[in-house]
C-alpha cells in the first residue's frame, strides 16, 4: 500500500505563483513514475503533469504552457508541482498519484495511488 499526502495549496491571486508537494510512504518511491491531476468543478479530473522514476523526464498537459514544473526528490519521498502565472481557470483540486508499472501516463486510470487532494483557488 503507498500513501500519499499533497500540501501547499491556497488562495492565490491571478499571476501568482504555488508550490505543491506530495509526500509518499508505504512503498519504494524511487519506483513509481508520479503524476499530477486536477479536477474543476463540474469537470472531469484531468492530467496536468508527469515525472519519471528519475526524474530524468517529464511531460505536461498543454495547458499548462511552461508555467508549471513538476521535479521529485527521491531522498526525501517528494514529488513537487511549481506553478506560476497562475489564472483562475486552474482553480481546482490537485490530485498526486503514483504509478508501479514503470510508464507514464495523462489517463489516470493508468494509476495505482491517489493523493486525498488540495485545493488551490485563484482570484482575479
Known amino acids: 500500500q503507498v500513501l500519499l499526502v499533497e500540501s501547499g495549496g491556497g488562495l492565490v491571486q491571478a499571476g501568482g505563483s504555488l508550490r505543491l508537494s506530495c509526500v509518499a510512504s508505504g512503498r519504494t518511491f524511487s519506483n513509481f513514475v508520479m503524476g499530477w491531476f486536477r479536477q474543476a468543478p463540474g469537470k472531469e479530473r484531468e492530467f496536468v503533469a508527469a515525472i519519471s522514476w528519475s526524474g530524468g523526464s517529464t511531460w505536461y498537459a498543454d495547458f499548462v504552457q511552461g508555467r508549471f514544473t513538476i521535479s521529485r526528490d527521491n531522498a526525501k519521498n517528494t514529488v513537487y508541482l511549481e506553478m506560476n502565472s497562475l489564472k483562475p481557470e486552474d482553480t481546482a483540486v490537485y490530485y498526486c498519484?503514483?504509478?508501479?508499472?514503470?510508464?507514464?501516463?495523462?489517463?489516470?486510470?493508468?494509476?495505482?495511488?491517489w493523493g486525498q487532494g488540495t485545493q488551490v483557488t485563484v482570484s482575479s
Open positions: 498519484a503514483a504509478t508501479i508499472d514503470g510508464l507514464w501516463s495523462r489517463n489516470q486510470y493508468e494509476y495505482d495511488y
